[in-house]
């Protein structure tokens, strides 16, 4: 039973355009949401979160939207940079559960 | 200076046999965790401890027993290995059990494969 779905296993975008990861979740408790990246035979790296009180947090380059009503979620990369290439998680949790992931997206983005 | 580090990086091993894991924070973390990564890149955790004590513990095989000596140290050993303990693990670490402003550090994972 997949609570967080990653429906893209991967996305091609070209270097400085916008990547656009998407998640969605069927958990309606869930009330914390996150993203991590990660690269070849390392370990998750975490990257931004949103609470759901919230529809958006921007970090720099990064911002991830949330619509609770649809129970999406999205990041955004803009502008995408070569070294952005990497798996991307979604996760999730409430205080009822523990973080649950999704199975990622590999983003490849190109010079 | 790695945050999180867990030993080895590599385990190729037979059915059958016990093997161990482990893991250190140096980030002065109260929280840590194991997660696996199977097949089919599901990341799914196993257990977390909280300044050495249990407070997760999802349905592992009993084969799989964590050791916490102290709050910076989460050792995983695993008794009589089977074809489907093949994953990756990762330990991990946060400030506190799971929370806002509490996220996981992970470490660089342990590739098992049993043969």
């Known amino acids: 039973d997949q609570q967080v779905k990653q429906n893209s296993p991967s996305l091609s975008v070209q270097e400085g355009r916008i990547s656009i990861l998407n998640c969605d979740y069927t958990?309606?408790?869930?009330?914390?949401f996150l993203w991590y990246k990660k690269y070849p035979a390392e370990g998750p790296t975490f990257l931004i979160s949103?609470?759901?009180?919230?529809d958006k947090n921007e970090d720099g380059r990064f911002t991830v939207f949330l619509n609770k009503s649809a129970k999406h979620l999205s990041l955004h990369i803009v502008p995408s940079q070569p070294g952005d290439s990497a798996v991307y998680f979604c996760?999730?949790?409430?205080?009822?559960?523990?973080?649950?992931f999704g199975k990622g997206t590999m983003l490849l983005v190109s010079p | 200076d790695t945050a999180v580090s867990q030993t080895p990086k590599y385990l190729v091993t037979q059915m059958g046999n016990d093997k161990s894991i482990k893991c250190e924070q140096n980030?002065?973390?109260?929280?840590m965790y194991w997660y696996k990564q199977d097949s089919k890149k599901f990341l799914k955790i196993m257990f977390s401890?909280?300044?050495?004590?249990?407070?997760i513990n999802e349905t592992v095989p009993n084969r799989f027993s964590p050791k916490s000596p102290d709050k910076a140290h989460l050792n995983l050993h695993i008794n009589s290995l089977e074809l489907g303990d093949s994953a990756v693990y990762f330990c991990?670490?946060?400030?506190?059990?799971?929370?806002?402003?509490?996220?996981?550090?992970f470490g660089n994972g342990t590739r098992l494969t049993v043969t």
């Open positions: 949103i609470s759901s009180i919230k």
């Open positions: 996760a999730a949790f409430s205080g009822y559960s523990t973080l649950t």
């Open positions: 991990a670490s946060s400030l506190h059990p799971q929370g806002n402003n509490s996220p996981l550090h």
């Open positions: 401890y909280n300044n050495k004590e249990l407070i």
């Open positions: 980030l002065g973390h109260d929280t």
């Open positions: 958990n309606s408790m869930f009330d914390y």
